[in-house]
């Protein structure tokens, strides 16, 4: 669906933020991107969206090289949907519906049918009783699930979410879990950037892990947890057993 083919990074001269990416992203998959602060994950997802554009190497989708115009840049959109690390970015509606609903609207659904759907999404992402709320008013865990709401409207083939749980309450967490799940299930490729290990054992199928910039694994996720301490050595993880382990009153 989506390829990396030894794709390169740097904000400024000399300072590679990605080095020689490649991976694939196939339709079903729920891979979580794994890595310490500053490794490359958001900078790999605005990779990926067409955000910002490689220094290196080349970004394919369905097997052509993306094309940085702005009819390239829109058919890569037309397959591929970000949440943002910070949600409140891509929010821009007066009120939750009317934000939630636009993504439809632009694709010419009537008025009366992207508002229905608008509303069905956030009532399975939990989100139902902010509809009529204004987006100012709303606290950051309600700004995800609302910014989480807008992308699944328009149903991308590929879905990327940056750190999609922080910030959620545990019924949240769960909504979301289960609606990428039976996203994943009807087809759309995910990728969750998170430091959130829990979510190796009990959700993701596939892991990628970056340390400094560099692609330093990727595979099954089971294949990743009898390797941790070799695999994920200086990538600042958790281990997933001792992030099950964590309690409130410790
Ligand atoms: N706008 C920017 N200008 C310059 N350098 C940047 C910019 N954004 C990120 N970087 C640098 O690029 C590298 C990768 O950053 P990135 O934000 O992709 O990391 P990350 O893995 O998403 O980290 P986090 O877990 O903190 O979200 C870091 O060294 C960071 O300091
Ligand atoms: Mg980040």
Request: hydrophobic share 45%; aromatic share 4%; glycine share 12%.
């Amino acid at each position: 669906m989506i390829s990396a083919v030894d794709l390169s990074y740097s904000y400024a001269p000399g300072m590679p933020a990605l080095s020689r990416i490649s991976f694939t992203f196939r339709a079903g998959e729920r891979v979580l991107l794994l890595g310490a602060n500053g490794a490359g994950k958001s900078t790999l997802l605005s990779l990926c969206n067409g955000l910002l554009r490689p220094c290196g190497g080349e970004l394919r989708l369905l097997g052509e090289p993306v094309e940085y115009s702005k009819a390239g840049l829109r058919r890569l959109r037309s397959h591929v949907s970000t949440v943002l690390q910070d949600a409140g970015d891509q929010l821009f509606g007066a009120t939750v519906l009317q934000d939630v609903a636009m993504g439809p609207l632009e694709t010419g659904m009537q008025e009366a049918a992207a508002r229905e759907l608008a509303m069905e999404t956030l009532d399975l992402l939990g989100g139902g009783h902010l509809a009529e709320r204004p987006i100012h008013a709303l606290s950051a865990g309600e700004k995800k699930r609302v910014a989480l709401a807008g992308v699944l409207t328009v149903r991308p083939s590929i879905l990327l979410l940056d750190e999609p749980s922080a910030g959620l309450d545990a019924p949240g967490e769960d909504a979301l879990l289960d609606t990428l799940s039976a996203c994943a299930e009807r087809g759309m490729a995910i990728c969750v950037a998170t430091h959130n290990t829990w979510l190796l054992r009990h959700w993701a199928t596939r892991a990628v892990v970056l340390r400094g910039g560099r692609l330093v694994f990727d595979g099954a996720s089971e294949d990743l947890l009898p390797h941790w301490d070799r695999q994920t050595a200086g990538c600042g993880l958790r281990a997933p057993a001792e992030a099950e382990g964590v309690t409130l009153c410790r």
